[in-house]
């Protein structure tokens, strides 16, 4: 297995393509780069895939899906804002073409394959109606849930604070301390560093 990280967009966001066994999966294609679809090649691209549908992480849905013509795939909570990267681009400024619609959508305890590869699904709702995360075996691809010493914004259309912080406490923090977290912007972490040290979990 590998995965690849690319940081794409102006919110420098984290993009991820898992490769196993011939397969892959592009996750969170803020834009749809070159460099990215060079990444592609000699791989069957089983799927699209956005833990959420904020600009920065679906504004390259339209291009990687004309590039490769694989399905997209959101939760469905997340569908509103998917349908409204235009105004999203707007409050920020930021030129993004309309997403294709979704060709199917995931729920908690889906499981995503990718070659010899399995991930579950967790729907982690705080940062965005819709947010999931993939978790896999020792690693977790978890947008814009937990970052590095942070957690995601709540301040935006659709998010909340309390159940962010639920959904991290109940679903994350179960995992495993050296279970390796690759987040939608920043560095990679670890479970057990963020229930340690993270400012948004410890303490009172």
């Not at 780069?33 to 069957?44: H, I, N, S, V, Y």
């Not at 409050?91 to 394959?113: K, N």
């Not at 709702?125 to 590095?148: K, M, R, S, T």
Request: charge should be negative.
């Amino acid at each position: 297995m590998e995965i690849l990280q690319f940081t794409l967009t102006p919110f420098v966001t984290n993009c991820f393509v898992i490769k196993d066994s011939g397969e892959s999966i592009v996750i969170d294609p803020g834009e749809a780069t070159r460099e990215l679809k060079d990444a592609l090649e000699g791989t069957r691209v089983k799927m699209i895939f956005n833990t959420h549908c904020h600009i920065d992480h679906s504004g390259g849905n339209a291009g990687m899906v004309a590039h490769t013509s694989a399905p997209l795939v959101i939760h469905k909570d997340d569908l509103p804002l998917l349908q409204g990267l235009a105004q999203q681009g707007q409050m920020f400024g930021v030129l993004v073409p309309p997403s294709p619609d979704p060709d199917q959508y995931v729920e908690e305890g889906d499981t995503i394959t990718v070659g010899t590869v399995n991930m579950k699904v967790l729907h982690c709702p705080g940062h965005a109606p819709g947010h999931v995360v993939l978790v896999g075996d020792g690693f977790v691809i978890g947008g814009d849930v937990l970052f590095n010493g942070s957690i995601g914004r709540t301040d935006l259309p659709g998010g909340n604070h309390a159940q962010l912080i639920d959904s991290i406490k109940t679903k994350l923090l179960t995992l495993p301390d050296d279970t390796i977290v690759y987040s939608g912007h920043g560095p990679e972490t670890t479970i057990g560093k963020e229930r340690m040290t993270n400012p948004f979990l410890v303490g009172p």
